[in-house]
């Protein structure tokens, strides 16, 4: 079977079924999974809106390009300028999108060797999902 193409729709794809993992994951019980499931669905989601930066027949600026291959949220995040500024502007106003960031911005690919509780590994999901002020659902309503 061919790799899919990694682009903005493949990674829009790829966060939703990430979070649908992370969710089917937590009603099994498999909290370390969920956790990691939930915060790489946000990762996702964010290099969507990284790769939507990116004009088709551009030549990317390559430190721009090197910078997206980190696994750090806030990073990633920080990486357009706008949307970065946004959730700034937007945090100010929602105190539970505030709330939920703290949450989310933790999470990063090296915690995989980690392992997690239902107290985590549920916030995480929580803070990603919820309906209104979830980081992944503010994203959403962006890409």
């Known amino acids: 079977m061919p790799i899919a193409r990694l682009n903005r729709d493949t990674l829009r794809t790829l966060a939703a079924s990430r979070l649908e993992e992370a969710r089917v ?3 099994h019980k498999l ?3 969920a956790y990691y499931m939930a915060g790489l669905g946000v990762e996702c989601a964010l290099k969507s809106c990284l790769a939507s930066s990116v004009k088709e027949h551009d030549f990317p600026d390559k430190e721009f390009v090197n910078a ?4 750090n949220l806030e990073k990633l995040f920080r990486l357009n300028g706008a949307l970065w500024i946004g959730l700034q502007a937007e945090m100010k106003i929602d ?7 703290s949450t989310v911005k933790d999470w990063d690919d090296g915690k995989r060797y980690d392992r997690f509780d239902e107290l985590e590994a549920r916030a995480l999901y929580e803070a990603s999902t919820d309906a ?5 659902e503010w994203i959403r309503g962006r890409w």
């Open 95 to 101: 105190t539970k999108l505030s709330i939920n960031w």
């Open 31 to 33: 909290w370390t999974g």
């Open 25 to 27: 994951l937590l009603d």
């Open 132 to 136: 209104g002020s979830g980081v992944m």
């Open 68 to 71: 997206m291959y980190v696994h």
